[in-house]
């Protein structure tokens, strides 16, 4: 699935924070099989003129891009050498020039990084050759989770969705079941080009994927019917999180986040979090807990890192409701 040439329309211009200016599109390439598709593109701000490029059919509305593209080299370097228009070309030389050497480093979640694979086999589903799979002596379909944590959204055939940190999207797809229309955000570029090609091989028209950060999204307010967010408390302040989606959601509407509390993968300089302090933090920033969710829960989740190597975790699933601003 490409960016439509219509659905850009409820895209906002980040460098804004009330978020009220509309994104245009450029369109330079549009898809070969689809003339209402945008390949190749830019969008730009009706105010302040700010770009955001379209690279094969992925939006990247991103505040700093170079910064974006500095950080994952092998990717951009494949943009350089793959795009076709003219006017994309010219834009990723310009930005070339603004990249300094120094601060180059490779990304785990891009298609030559540590996680990517590791998402990808929880999509293969092809888990009876797995050799650990095979020696627990109970079975698990690790994809199942997304399955079992898309049961606890309700059935909302009119309400518009958003996947925070949505990786290959299949969480995405699990809720689009009972959602008119959900949008899946992460900042692998990698991810959502995979998770974009997934939808169409499976013919699922009612979702779509950007890059963007999930603290500065390009969206209006009180847009969201569900904020959705699966293992993504150990990448951001959650204060900070919880203000974005507060401001995305409509009155009284819900939102879920999971969480393993491993902060040995990434760099984080926050407040780390555990089952009391994110049901606490969650409750002062706005919100009601579901009284399903008030207790830690259980849930198990794993990522295979290579053949000898996995990760096992249990995941803690909480449930809001939002509320006022603040619950004093």
Not at 81 to 96: F, G, I, M
Not at 136 to 155: E, G, H, Q, T
Not at 303 to 328: C, G
């Amino acid at each position: 699935m490409k960016i439509n040439l219509s659905s850009h329309n409820h895209l906002t211009c980040i460098n804004h924070k009330e978020k009220k200016f509309y994104l245009s599109l450029e369109n330079y390439i549009a898809d070969p099989l689809n003339d209402n598709e945008c390949n190749e593109g830019i969008l730009i701000c009706n105010d302040c003129s700010q770009k955001y490029p379209i690279i094969d059919g992925v939006a990247i509305i991103v505040q700093n891009f170079v910064s974006y593209c500095s950080e994952r080299m092998m990717t951009f370097g494949k943009w350089l050498l793959e795009v076709k228009s003219d006017n994309l070309k010219d834009y990723l030389k310009d930005v070339a020039k603004d990249i300094e050497k120094k601060s180059i480093t490779g990304n785990n979640y891009e298609s030559d990084g540590l996680y990517y694979q590791s998402y990808r086999w929880l999509h293969n589903e092809n888990f009876e050759s797995d050799k650990f799979l095979h020696l627990l002596r109970w079975k698990i379909k690790p994809s199942d989770i997304y399955r079992k944590l898309a049961s606890n959204v309700i059935f909302n055939p009119e309400g518009i969705g958003l996947d925070l940190g949505c990786a290959l999207g299949l969480s995405t797809f699990e809720i689009a079941k009972k959602f008119a229309f959900v949008i899946g955000v992460d900042a692998s570029f990698s991810f959502i080009k995979e998770a974009r090609k997934k939808s169409k091989d499976q013919g699922i028209t009612n979702t779509e994927f950007i890059v963007a950060d999930i603290l500065n999204l390009p969206f209006k307010s009180q847009k969201f019917d569900l904020v959705f967010g699966l293992n993504i408390v150990e990448f951001v302040s959650l204060p900070r999180l919880l203000e974005e989606v507060h401001n995305l959601l409509k009155p009284h509407s819900i939102f879920i986040i999971t969480s393993p509390y491993d902060y040995n993968r990434e760099n984080f300089n926050e407040p780390k979090m555990d089952d009391i302090l994110i049901r606490k933090t969650i409750e002062k920033n706005g919100f009601e807990i579901s009284h399903r969710t008030q207790n830690e829960s259980f849930i198990p989740w794993m990522l295979k890192i290579n053949e000898r190597t996995y990760l096992f975790y249990f995941l803690d699933l909480v449930e809001a409701k939002k509320i006022s601003k603040h619950k004093y």
